[in-house]
């Protein structure tokens, strides 16, 4: 159906408040607090009130710069951590905290002291701290279908944050996730707009306490942000940060659904949408943030906006963009570009671009909510009522109420011939990479914000899946053998295969389609190698969305959909297996809250829509009343890739399955290239994340040049490129040099012991600008002429140097397409 061009459409993304519910705060005026505000705006500075406006990322800006600049907020982005470390200990947090706090208190350089508003993105627990409760994410609480749940699990987070010196937390996620490819989709409750709305009050009530009750704002609970105002789940092709095109009603009615509750409930603050209603940004949204939300909706706490997302309004960059204001967001959240941000802003309220009133406003609703939560008396956070209550942070209690979060969001999608519920005496195998592995059964946002390379000793306290069935198979006298590959020696009267998607965040979670693993059948494998001997076999399946798996339904006898379940993998154990006395003790009651697609090649697929034709219905999940029996479902003929083009290594910040980073110092074995920023063992390479279209989309390099250091992409299986060079095909990347190499930079292609390809590049690189992304291209020839043999590589694009050199790389793919090419050397 050919749509118009969002242009084409007159005021298509100018709101009409009337359309919108009329609400009113739920919090009284109040006439003693709202003086005080004016007072203490009256003696303000133009500085000091922009300084409020600002929120600066604590990677990016010391307690001095807080002191100096009277910055009104701090965040901690998902790879902040105290002392730039991912696995910081809850006595840093708390510390830095106090320091923050104690900064903007500080009034020795002639400004008022105003508290810092301390925010983190507690989206499920308080996940960048090391010992924290780590509950189901909230895709799996949709599954439970359980206000009360909620409400429980955001008042405990709020009691860990508070330990660690946190006020405000960037939660809930009000999202409803329309289009499954969305990286974001397990970060919202459901596709029904119904179940959001009715969990957002309930959210909002847990962490900041009921309004008009005592313990409203008080030392244990914390401000909730409901976010991202609006439409973040609605975009075309499900694109994280992209453009939602809806009607105003649909808009409201879909996407709106969580936000009237949410402030009927108090919330304090609302974020902004990083993506755009047909075609306009919402950061740059007037009608939509300031007279439908603070006007006709009433909402009376501030806005904070997205990561850097000014930046990306028309006419703007990061630390310039009066617009973001002008149009409503309160508090810009500029992480790493506050400085900036900040000194342009207070020029252009001098030079009266911004008008004052606008700025008034903003900083008056940011004390407002500042005063509501008693941050001008509240003390250093760890003299409050929790700061530094280390044993409520990840305490028994709040393990037991995310455990029992765990049992009621797994969904049993197929349970044939009752396999389920298991003996637990039974001689029970436990195979697949998501068995003993706590970062991959917590997902993204856990310890670092892609939730990638955590270690086993970063989850003090937590429990794997496999040592959940294993206390149950001991207390019944059973007997339990982990085995990863599902090898054993002994034929055991039932495996458990546990597996699923390895955890991501935001854009790097966008996929092409809904395929399971594209690629890489090695689960499907397990199961059936299994299955070929005759071993009945229950599937758990760890994953952030619903995906195509029929194969893998069909292999298995039992299926359990058990999303991720964050640090209490018992839960699972409680659920799958009778008690030793042979009793069902907990039944399956998880209903899915998104629906479950047929086909790879499925979305958006959401319940009411025309055609509606899923595997599993929105509300489906069996229980062990039923008896039914799954037939075998249809199997996709042709397995969708990873990426929509063939032959993409590294992407949009993905890997390609089976490809692993690694780098190494010299001739030294390469090790992977874990959380970033990392470092070879000398040092001498660095990795970080850097931007380009996406936040974290690239890879950065440093050569330091204090040695010969490279950096490749290995193969687990190796590839065979050998019909791409007969058609001249190119090893395309997409490049920046940020730092000019002075002596050599070979890039090579490499096919097991010995054998390698290198292609010297550095007379290339000198003639590129600096600074500029440009598509670098090698003829795959030039490898094989170098002696790389193309029908075995294992490893490729290794950048090999040993001078000071600094280059980033967003893309690596073949391709016919570049803007420089890298010419073979004569042998
Ligand atoms: C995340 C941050 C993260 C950052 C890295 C953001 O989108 O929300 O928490 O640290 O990207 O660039
Ligand atoms: C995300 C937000 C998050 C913020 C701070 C952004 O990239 O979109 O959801 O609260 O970063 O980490």
Redesign the pocket.
């Known amino acids: 159906m050919p749509e118009a061009a969002p242009s084409a459409v007159q005021g298509a993304a100018i709101a009409h408040p009337e359309l919108w519910p009329a609400l009113s705060s739920p919090i009284p005026v109040d006439e003693a607090l709202e003086s005080r505000i004016r007072d203490l705006l009256g003696k303000m500075s133009v500085e000091e009130k922009v300084g409020q406006t600002v929120q600066g990322?604590l990677?990016s800006l010391t307690p001095e710069d807080v002191r100096k600049y009277r910055l009104g907020s701090v965040?901690?982005?998902?790879?902040?951590d105290p002392g730039g470390r991912y696995n910081a200990t809850a006595a840093q947090w708390l510390e830095l905290a106090d320091a923050l706090h104690a900064a903007s208190m500080d009034t020795s350089g002639g400004g008022k002291a105003i508290p810092v508003i301390l925010g983190i993105?507690a989206v499920h627990g308080h996940n960048n701290v090391v010992g924290a409760t780590l509950f189901p994410h909230n895709i799996a609480l949709g599954a439970a279908n359980d206000p009360e749940l909620v409400r429980k699990i955001a008042q405990a987070t709020a009691v860990e944050l508070r330990t660690t010196g946190f006020e405000w937390t960037f939660a809930p996620t009000l999202t409803v996730p329309r289009d499954d490819r969305w990286g974001r989709t397990y970060e919202g409750y459901s596709e029904d707009p119904a179940l959001v709305a009715r969990y957002a009050p309930a959210v909002v009530e847990g962490l900041q306490g009921k309004v008009g009750s005592a313990s409203f704002l008080d030392a244990t609970h914390v401000a909730s942000s409901a976010k991202h105002f609006i439409g973040d789940g609605g975009t075309e092709g499900g694109v994280d940060t992209g453009d939602t095109r809806l009607g105003e009603e649909q808009l409201r009615d879909i996407h709106g659904a969580g936000y009237g509750p949410a402030l009927q409930a108090g919330t304090q603050t609302v974020m902004a949408s990083f993506s755009s209603w047909n075609g306009q940004k919402m950061h740059g949204n007037k009608s939509l943030l300031t007279d439908v939300l603070k006007g006709r909706m009433g909402f009376d706490g501030f806005v904070v906006g997205?990561?850097n997302a000014q930046g990306k309004l028309p006419g703007c960059s990061n630390e310039n963009c009066p617009a973001a204001l002008i149009a409503g967001v309160d508090m810009i959240m500029a992480?790493d570009s506050w400085r900036g941000y900040y000194t342009n802003t207070v020029a252009q309220v001098r030079s009266g671009v911004i008008p004052m009133q606008r700025l008034d406003d903003a900083v008056t609703r940011i004390l407002r909510v500042k005063f509501r939560l008693g941050l001008f008396e509240a003390g250093l956070p760890s003299k409050r009522l929790l700061g530094g209550k280390f044993e409520r942070l990840g305490s028994a209690e709040h393990r037991e109420l995310a455990r029992s979060a765990v049992r009621q969001s797994l969904v049993l999608l197929k349970n044939n011939d009752r396999l389920l519920p298991l003996n637990p005496g039974a001689d029970v195998l436990v195979a697949g990479d998501g068995a003993d592995d706590i970062g991959k059964q917590s997902g993204g946002w856990t310890l670092s914000?892609q939730g990638t390379g955590n270690k086993r000793e970063d989850f003090p306290g937590a429990q794997s899946i496999w040592q959940g069935i294993k206390a149950a198979s001991v207390a019944a006298g059973g007997k339990a053998t982990l085995s990863i590959d599902g090898k054993h020696d002994r034929r055991p009267d039932v495996a458990i295969v546990v597996f699923g998607e390895d955890p991501y965040?935001?854009?790097p979670g966008d996929r092409p389609n809904l395929a399971y693993n594209p690629g890489n059948d090695k689960d499907l494998e397990l199961l059936r190698r299994l299955k070929a001997e005759g071993i009945p076999v229950v599937a758990v399946f760890l994953s952030g969305r619903p995906l195509s798996v029929n194969r893998e339904i069909n292999v298995a006898d039992a299926f359990v959909a058990a999303w991720l379940p964050g640090s209490e993998g018992q839960g699972i154990a409680d659920v799958l297996f009778k008690s030793p006395k042979g009793e069902t003790v907990h039944d399956f009651t998880g209903k899915l809250a998104y629906s479950w697609p047929r086909r790879a090649v499925q979305s958006p697929l959401n319940f009411g829509q025309v055609g509606y034709d899923p595997q599993f219905a929105l509300g489906y999940g069996l229980s062990y009343k039923d008896s039914s029996q799954l037939g075998q479902l249809p199997e996709d003929s042709a397995q969708p890739q990873w990426s929509s083009q063939p032959g993409v290594f590294f992407a949009r910040g993905l890997l390609a399955p089976g490809l692993t980073l690694m780098f190494a110092d010299g001739e030294e074995a390469g090790v992977a290239v874990g959380n970033l920023p990392s470092a070879t063992p000398s040092r001498s390479l660095g990795v970080s994340?850097t931007?380009h279209e996406a936040?974290?989309d690239a890879r950065r390099f440093t050569w330091r040049g204090t040695g010969t250091s490279s950096v490749w992409l290995h193969a687990e299986a190796p590839l065979d490129l050998r019909s791409e060079s007969n058609r001249d095909a190119l090893l395309v990347a997409t490049l920046r040099v940020d730092a000019m190499p002075s002596s050599g930079v070979d890039i090579g292609i490499a096919c097991g012991k010995g054998c390698v390809g290198r292609v010297p590049a550095l007379a290339r690189l000198k003639t590129l600008t600096a600074g500029r992304w440009t598509r670098v291209a090698v003829p795959l020839k030039c490898f094989a002429g170098a002696g790389a043999d193309l029908g075995r590589v294992t490893d490729l694009f290794e950048l090999r140097a040993a001078s000071p050199f600094e280059l980033s790389v967003s893309r690596v793919a073949l391709g016919t397409e570049y803007d420089e090419a890298v010419s073979c050397q004569a042998p």
């Open positions: 990322d990677g965040l901690a982005g998902g790879n902040s993105d997205d990561w992480p914000w965040a935001e854009t994340a931007d936040q974290e």
